[in-house]
């Protein structure tokens, strides 16, 4: 299959990539951070993506491209609108009148303020409560409204890209690889883990099942940031001390979720549900980065 990638340099984008061309697709990616200049494109113009050759010749667009800086969309959120809700539209609207499907990555952000203990399903009642899931689910819905041959996908707790790495995982081992003897970790935000390579997997499968619609795809296991940070020390032995700490002692512009905790009820009731448990996931990732950061 001929599939279009945008965000292909991301942290997603990297892994999704890898899997594409193992499967023997042939892939095209488009990122601000492509190594090729011809593909080094800012995605979010309509001239752009019309006049783009590899967008009139795939089969399949998987458009993970985002603003990701969730405090930067807090400040500006117009920004945030562009990227997450217009942009998606615009890819959405070239499928459509392709005729071919298109996938969307969201965010488990986008149940922010509904309090439910529990895992959320794709039965939940999304509300955002910060300007980035905000813009995420108003990408969400223009995707659905364009075209009835989408994917929709949240993720929870994004793990992988060594290299791209900018998340909690990659910063607590680079913490304790640097000497660190004591972490503060938070203690009530909670949410299940999403390792990359699990998600592009998980995708490439569902795709090729043809069941069209919206789904969480998550590790299993709900964990708060200081379970992780636990896990990590103890996978690694380091002597490091782990503090439980309050969210208030890292004030951020962007409010975070209390819980970003899926359950991929629609995965699995369809079969199709391949996430392994997040412990594992962590530590099959963790024993990859640690090689990769040391040789830095
Ligand atoms: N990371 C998470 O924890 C998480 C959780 C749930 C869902 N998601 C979703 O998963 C998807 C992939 O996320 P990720 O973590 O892989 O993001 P990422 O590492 O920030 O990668 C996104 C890539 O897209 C590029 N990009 C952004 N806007 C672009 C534009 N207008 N034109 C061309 N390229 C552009 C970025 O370039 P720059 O770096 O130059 O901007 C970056 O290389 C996103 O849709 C995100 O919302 C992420």
């Not at 997603?12 to 951070?33: E, I, N, P, W, Y």
């Not at 640097?178 to 970790?185: I, N, V």
């Not at 690694?236 to 004030?251: K, M």
């Amino acid at each position: 299959m001929r599939i279009l990638v945008t965000g292909s340099a991301g942290m997603l984008g990297t892994a999704v990539m890898r899997k594409l061309a193992d499967s023997g697709h042939t892939a095209v990616g488009v990122d601000l951070q492509a190594a090729d200049p011809g593909l080094r494109l800012d995605i979010s113009r309509w001239d752009t993506i019309r006049e783009l050759p590899a967008a009139h010749d795939c089969e399949l667009v998987m458009h993970l491209a985002a603003a990701t800086d969730v405090d930067r969309c807090e400040m500006e959120p117009e920004w945030a609108l562009r990227q997450n809700a217009l942009t998606p539209q615009l890819w959405a609207r070239l499928c459509a009148d392709r005729g071919i499907p298109i996938v969307y990555i969201s965010t488990a952000a986008v149940f922010g303020a509904n309090p439910k203990a529990e895992p959320y399903t794709e039965y939940d009642v999304p509300a955002p409560s910060n300007r980035y899931a905000e813009s995420k689910l108003r990408g969400e819905e223009a995707v659905r409204e364009a075209t009835r041959r989408h994917f929709i996908i949240r993720a929870a707790w994004m793990m992988g890209g060594i290299s791209q790495e900018k998340k909690f995982v990659g910063k607590i081992v680079a913490q304790i690889l640097a000497g660190q003897k004591r972490l503060l970790a938070v203690a009530d935000k909670r949410g299940t883990l999403t390792y990359t390579e699990d998600l592009a997997a998980n995708l490439l499968e569902l795709v090729a099942s043809g069941h069209y619609g919206t789904y969480h795809m998550a590790n299993p296991g709900v964990l708060t940031r200081h379970d992780v940070a636990r896990l990590i020390v103890e996978q690694l032995g380091a002597q490091v001390e782990v503090e439980a700490v309050s969210s208030d002692r890292f004030p951020l512009p962007a409010p975070r979720p209390a819980s970003e905790a899926l359950n991929n009820f629609k995965l699995a009731a369809l079969g199709l549900d391949r996430m392994p448990s997040g412990a594992d996931s962590l530590a099959r990732y963790v024993s990859l980065l640690v090689p990769a950061l040391s040789r830095k």
